[in-house]
């Protein structure tokens, strides 16, 4: 899966998929920190970081893929064509889940994603909270139809979530009086 370079995205869809999984690893993603991948929910202590694959980054890929249920992949590493069908053989065998910072070449679902903005700022100051985004997803086979969600990624409570679902909640205990009592789904 192509992220589309949102790095808070590739995060939250790593975390997501390897929430029950026993480790996870990342090659090439310098701009990973320890920090942001804890609080998207990642696992330090299972974690694998390779920060530069060399030349051999398909071996690199091949030997995590084999072992390793989830793989976060940063825009700077470069495989040949037919070492990529030769990845795809490897996770359709073992089941991982290839992450892509950026572009992948034969990525089954690309995400794109486009800002709408953020919450928190007022008139030129504030802490900024939140930030909104429309995440359209595409690709092959089932991911042909191109889909779109509105997203905070993080929101204002740190979490990710569906704008419509989080403001649905809050909106529907404002009107009945009740405290509104938020949890992210989906």
Known sequence: MDAGGDLPLLLALAALAAADSVAWAAVGVPELGGLAAAQAGLDLAIGLVVSDPGPRAAHVLAVLLESVPVVLVGASVRVPERAVRRLRAVMRRSGAVLLAVGRWPGADVRLR????????????????????????????????????????????????????????GAAEAVRSGARADLRVVG
Do not use: F, I, Q
């Open 113 to 168: 994603v486009a800002p709408v903005g953020w919450a928190g700022v007022g008139r030129g100051h504030g802490l900024l909270r939140g930030r909104r985004v429309t995440v359209t997803a595409g690709g092959r086979g089932a991911a042909a139809a191109p889909r779109s969600a509105e997203l905070w990624l993080p929101g204002p409570d740190g979490l990710v979530g569906v704008v419509d679902v989080v403001e649905r």
